[in-house]
């Protein structure tokens, strides 16, 4: 059993697009990071979000981190095909990171 | 050179045969992690390390081992592989400081398929 749930799994969508991805979860986590995982490469660090409530921007992705630190989500402004990839969650407790289920997003030219 | 290397990149072998995959580091990083993905489950810890004595279990233990040689090296080895260990494995160094959970940094993955 997953401890995070991401959706949606898949999402295609047309250059300029918005989107949102959701990470779901009924565990408290200390922390929650979103990671950006390219085809043959291993995931990289996007964000670390630690307080309940928390916002943050990086460019055109804007990240929040739930009151109760239990959810997070992540959504892009006008997308760009640069955006392609498998975007993850982790949520950090126990000194482990969790990861959730992932989202694959393609974003058409 | 990649901080985070492991070998092999892909790897095909039959049911029954012994596996090591390994990973090295040149980030100084006390914490390793080993990690399996499949599609839609995202990244399962198999095991991790805190330092060269420390050997802890992860999600998904049963049917693998590991071997912490050094502060940079980590060995994920699979005795008897079986079919559903095909899959995509990561190993992981952590930048955790005691006061922030740290960074994850992966290496490109070793794909593993067991016939």
């Known amino acids: 059993t997953q401890l995070l749930e991401q959706s949606p799994q898949f999402l295609s969508i047309q250059e300029g697009e918005n989107l949102t991805v959701y990470c779901n979860s009924s565990s408290v986590f200390s922390s929650l990071q979103w990671y950006r995982q390219e085809p043959g490469e291993g995931p990289v660090l996007l964000v670390t979000?630690?307080?309940?409530?928390e916002v943050k921007k990086l460019k055109r992705l804007t990240f929040q981190f739930g009151d109760a630190r239990k959810d997070s989500s992540l959504h892009i402004t006008a997308a760009q095909p640069g955006d392609t990839g498998l975007y993850l969650c982790?949520?950090?407790?126990?000194?482990?990171?969790?990861f959730g289920t992932g989202t694959s997003l393609t974003v058409i030219p | 050179d990649a901080d985070v290397t492991q070998t092999p990149r892909n790897r095909i072998t039959k049911t029954g045969k012994r596996i090591m995959l390994e990973c090295s580091q040149t980030?100084?990083?006390?914490?390793m992690y080993w990690y399996r993905q499949d599609p839609g489950l995202g990244l399962r810890l198999i095991y991790y390390?805190?330092?060269?004595?420390?050997?802890n279990k992860g999600e998904i233990s049963d049917g693998y081992s590991v071997s912490r040689q050094a502060q940079a090296k980590f060995s994920l080895s699979l005795e008897s592989a079986i079919p559903n260990q095909t899959a995509l494995y990561f190993c992981a160094t952590s930048d955790y400081s005691g006061t922030s959970i740290g960074e994850l940094f992966f290496g490109e993955g070793s794909r593993l398929t067991v016939l």
């Open positions: 979000v630690v307080t309940g409530g």
């Open positions: 980030k100084g990083h006390d914490r």
């Open positions: 390390s805190f330092d060269v004595k420390d050997i």
């Open positions: 982790a949520g950090g407790k126990s000194n482990q990171f969790y």
